[in-house]
């Protein structure tokens, strides 16, 4: 029977990489990714002279090539005379339009939900349950088939809104079109404008937007260093000192400043001819599937946000309740922020799961980077692999950057040993 050597002082030899249990691990692994990565070589070998083959070498100048097709959902310029790639582009910005919107009102959603979910009141309990249960246990392709039938059968057209006999009206003091094309909203014009910037030589990005940003992002980190001394303060001498109306003038005053500066004022859809002009033109298709995936997601977000709560400690309650905070306060104060550390983990993968599954947007005719790259770009020029595998990079992409910027705020709000 072969011996295993362990002592430290023997001569290195060859066969000490399978018998010696200080390299066998080493020398599996490295045996094992050599195997991995001469299959990965042969594969990738075989299919590029399979397509060599058939005249259809890996190529990506397609990308160069007119797209010749519409997107009818966009946030940037873009005319059927505009290369694949930038089509391509458009559909990855409303892949991300969809996801941000999606997530924000799914953790809004679902925080509120799962927070109903413990409430003593036996019937919002109940409600939400049904809620929870009904969303969970149907696939999310059904639930924005559902919605988007409910938006074209049920809202009214455009016609609705025009003459003294109209059926229908504006909304929010006559400033939304809620119809079964879909929704207009008021867009933000500037009467005294900076332009635009040219980036790339591919896009353009408004200066205003651009400036209002950077204050707003100002007066939020200033807020933030206001708080931050207050905590300072309160650490060092016992007293909190009132700064909530400091924060709240950081953010709010300087913004409004260069809003009136820039002459901010509303562009408000109108009707004209068959439908309306002017304002954001939010298409059904993007409601739809923002509602559906937001609510379907936000179904399990509330099972997280439960979980999180129910793993707090009952004494922690008890105690916040001893000291005379109330219900409300206990929950903001004491239970959510150390349910956070309970809940971010398995709301990276929801998040996750929301933003693939923004990929069914094709089921409604919503064009995000599926049904551009994925879909009428891949038909026209007869390019599946290349544009699989684009595909996959992007949302590879996506995920890998959702899940660092999760990652770095779980780190943050993680209990750190001393």
Known sequence: MA??????????????LIYDTRYRSQTIQVVAMIGFMLLAAWLITNTV????????????????????????QRLLEYTSRDTHLRASVLGLINTLLVAAMGCVTATIVGGMVGILRLSRNWLISRLMAIYVEGFRNVPVLLWIILV??????????????????????????????????????PE??????????????????????????????????AAAWV?????????????????WWQRIGLIVIP????????????GLPALKGFNFAGGIYMRNSLIALWLALSLYTAAFIAETVRGGILAI???????????????????????????????????????????????????VGYMDITGTLGGITMNQTGRELECILLLMLCYLALSLGISAVLNWYNERVKLKER
């Open 3 to 16: 011996m295993t050597s362990e002592m430290t002082g023997d001569r290195f030899r060859l066969s000490m």
């Open 49 to 72: 002279q399979n397509l060599s083959a058939l005249g259809k070498p890996i190529d990506f100048s397609f990308l160069g090539e007119p797209a010749s097709y519409d997107i009818n």
């Open 148 to 185: 988007m039938a409910l938006m074209i059968e049920s809202l009214p057209a455009p016609r609705a809104f025009r003459g003294e006999n109209a059926t229908a009206s504006l909304q929010v003091f006559d400033s939304v079109a809620i119809t079964n094309r879909g929704v207009y909203i």
């Open 188 to 221: 933000p014009l500037f009467s005294r404008g900076l332009g635009d910037v040219s980036v790339f030589g591919a896009f353009s990005i408004s200066l205003d937007l651009i400036v209002f940003l950077a204050v707003l992002g100002a007066g939020i980190w």
């Open 227 to 243: 708080r931050k001394r207050a905590d300072r303060i309160q650490d060092s001498t016992g007293v909190r000192p009132v700064t």
């Open 255 to 266: 913004p409004v400043i260069v809003l009136t500066a820039l002459g901010f004022q509303l």
């Open 313 to 363: 400690s009952k004494g922690q309650t008890e105690a916040a309740a001893a000291l005379g905070l109330r219900p409300r306060r206990i929950m903001g104060l004491v239970i959510l922020p150390q349910a956070l550390r309970v809940i971010i983990p398995p709301l990276i993968s929801q998040y996750l799961n929301l933003t693939k599954n923004s990929s069914l947007a094709i089921a």
